[in-house]
């Protein structure tokens, strides 16, 4: 089993501290687990070359190259972000934005049907649920095939205040996701939303007369 995490914050705080309760319970050696964070991509700038030209002409590319190979390559993807003003961290923003071209609106890579995506995110109070729904939302339209969602209201600002009772709370769930991960890896398949969302944009890529980067590659991967 392959894992790339992407954290959405650079600090080891309990957004962090959640995510590793959840990797070292997958069934993989650690070799095998590539982990990565958005804080030093520089912002879209909106030029569209990658949608309209192909992705390596993103100013940003060697920013961002690593990390999209390593998603690319894995089984499972993991995205973790603190709540910040009721959303996810502006990096992590920043980092699905340079992966607007793998839309499924546009060139969504083949192997996302296949993986296992896990949104994770903490918050003091109230948010997390919506953010870790936002993240999960990014790769419904990367064509994720399963996506887990684990939202944790912590109380603190930090890790080593979090309360025992909570840490306990954030172990089970961690052990839950995990185990259906472990189980449901090899057989991941996209849902009926999924597949629905999948043959409109065959429709429409079909009759596609003003982006041949797009309808090229729909064509290159024999989906229409
Ligand atoms: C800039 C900023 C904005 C925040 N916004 C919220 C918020 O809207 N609601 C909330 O309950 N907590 C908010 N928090 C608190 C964090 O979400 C919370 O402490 C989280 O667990 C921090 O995770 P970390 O330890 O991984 O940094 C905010 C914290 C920061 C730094």
Same mark, same amino acid.
Request: net charge positive; charged share 25%; aromatic share 10%.
């Given at each position: 089993?392959?894992?790339?995490?992407?954290?959405?914050?650079?600090?080891?705080?309990?957004?962090?501290?959640?995510?590793?309760?959840?990797?070292?319970?997958?069934?993989?050696?650690?070799?095998?687990?590539?982990?990565?964070?958005?804080?030093?991509?520089?912002?879209?700038?909106?030029?569209?070359?990658?949608?309209?030209?192909?992705?390596?002409?993103?100013?940003?590319?060697?920013?961002?190259?690593?990390?999209?190979?390593?998603?690319?390559?894995?089984?499972?993807?993991?995205?973790?972000?603190?709540?910040?003003?009721?959303?996810?961290?502006?990096?992590?923003?920043?980092?699905?934005?340079?992966?607007?071209?793998?839309?499924?609106?546009?060139?969504?890579?083949?192997?996302?049907?296949?993986?296992?995506?896990?949104?994770?995110?903490?918050?003091?109070?109230?948010?997390?649920?919506?953010?870790?729904?936002?993240?999960?939302?990014?790769?419904?339209?990367?064509?994720?095939?399963?996506?887990? !969602?684990?939202?944790?209201?912590?109380? +603190?600002? $930090?890790?080593?205040?979090?309360?025992? @009772?909570?840490? %306990? *709370? &954030?172990?089970? !769930?961690?052990?839950?996701?995990?185990? +259906?991960? $472990?189980?449901?890896?090899?057989?991941? @398949?996209?849902? %009926? *939303? &999924?597949?629905?969302?999948?043959?409109?944009?065959?429709?429409?890529?079909?009759?596609?007369?003003?982006?041949?980067?797009?309808?090229?590659?729909?064509?290159?991967?024999?989906?229409?």
């Amino acid at each position: 089993m392959k894992v790339a995490v992407l954290h959405g914050q650079k600090h080891k705080g309990s957004t962090y501290h959640i995510t590793k309760l959840l990797v070292d319970k997958l069934d993989c050696a650690k070799e095998d687990v590539k982990e990565f964070c958005a804080n030093d991509i520089s912002d879209c700038i909106g030029c569209f070359q990658c949608i309209i030209k192909g992705e390596e002409n993103c100013p940003h590319r060697s920013q961002t190259e690593e990390i999209i190979k390593a998603i690319e390559e894995a089984d499972i993807i993991i995205f973790d972000s603190p709540n910040y003003v009721m959303n996810m961290s502006g990096q992590l923003k920043t980092f699905f934005d340079h992966m607007a071209y793998r839309w499924i609106s546009h060139r969504p890579h083949p192997s996302m049907r296949r993986k296992i995506g896990v949104a994770i995110s903490t918050t003091a109070g109230a948010g997390a649920g919506r953010v870790t729904k936002l993240i999960s939302s990014q790769m419904f339209w990367w064509s994720v095939g399963k996506t887990y !969602k684990i939202p944790m209201a912590v109380a +603190a600002m $930090n890790w080593g205040t979090v309360k025992d @009772k909570i840490k %306990i *709370k &954030a172990e089970k !769930k961690t052990t839950k996701v995990a185990n +259906a991960i $472990n189980k449901k890896y090899r057989y991941v @398949k996209p849902g %009926i *939303k &999924a597949r629905f969302m999948f043959n409109l944009m065959k429709n429409m890529q079909k009759s596609n007369d003003y982006n041949p980067v797009d309808s090229n590659y729909w064509k290159e991967q024999g989906w229409i």
